[in-house]
C-alpha cells in the first residue's frame, strides 16, 4: 500500500534520529531526516509492496533494501539498518 503515514503502523519514530519502518513483515531503520535536503521522513510515503519509501519534501525515493536512491532529486543513499525478524 502506498501513502502511509507516521500514525499508522508503518513508520514510527524512534526518538528524534530514526524511524522505523516496518513493511512487507521486515523492520527497518533509517534516518528521520532525507539525505536530499533533511525531509522529515516519519512523513515520507512507504510503498509496502516494493519496499521503498518516498520523502515528501521533493520525493526522493529510496529503496529500503539497500538504501539506494531509485528516483527523485540526485542525493546520497539513505543509510538503512534491517532489525533481526
Ligand atoms: S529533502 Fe527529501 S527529497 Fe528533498
Same mark, same amino acid.
Given at each position: 500500500m502506498i501513502g502511509r503515514r507516521t500514525g499508522s503502523d508503518v513508520l514510527t519514530p524512534l526518538g528524534e534520529d530514526e524511524v522505523l519502518v516496518s513493511a512487507g513483515g521486515r523492520h527497518i531503520v533509517v534516518p528521520a &531526516?532525507?539525505?536530499?535536503? $533533511?525531509?522529515?521522513? #516519519?512523513y515520507g510515503y512507504v510503498d509496502e509492496k516494493r519496499l521503498r519509501i518516498t520523502c515528501p519534501?521533493?520525493? &526522493?525515493?529510496?529503496?529500503? $533494501?539497500?538504501?539506494? #536512491?531509485?528516483?527523485?532529486?540526485?542525493?546520497p543513499a539513505l543509510p538503512v539498518r534491517e532489525l533481526p525478524r
Open positions: &531526516a532525507c539525505p536530499h535536503r $533533511g525531509g522529515r521522513l #516519519r519534501l521533493h520525493f &526522493a525515493t529510496f529503496d529500503l $533494501g539497500t538504501g539506494e #536512491r531509485v528516483a527523485g532529486p540526485d542525493c
